[in-house]
């Protein structure tokens, strides 16, 4: 006679854990991104630890943190293109305007006498964080 033969359990798969913690975008630092998501308000919330930078998106309950991060890359990508055409469209007006004076009085330079630049013109020295930075 036959032994019987014994069924095995079946193994449970186990399902990887994906990171909660990221690298910060503004400041660099490893692993000070600390995203946590709220299920109940439909809420995803970034936070970082170092710089004190967040972020908030609306989530499915399908989206993990990871997802919560990617969106807020796409949003910061998204925003420095922007800024990006919004600075070209101004320096390309300030030339059009330029050509104009120009033609209004030949005389006048894009520097006045103490050296500095107008206030609709970008200045080229310029160290201060303002909108036009990239």
Known sequence: MGKRKVKRKPQKKLKEKLD???NCLFCNHENSIECKIDHQNKVGILSCKICGVSWQDTITYLDEPVDVYS???DA??????????????RREEGITDSFNQRDRSP??????RDNTYPEDRLDPFDDED???DF
């Open 76 to 89: 910061c990508e998204e925003l420095n293109k922007q800024k990006k055409v919004r600075a070209q469209q």
């Open 107 to 112: 005389q006048q330079s894009p520097l006045s």
């Open 130 to 132: 303002d909108e036009d």
């Open 20 to 22: 909660t913690q990221f």
């Open 71 to 73: 969106a807020w890359i």
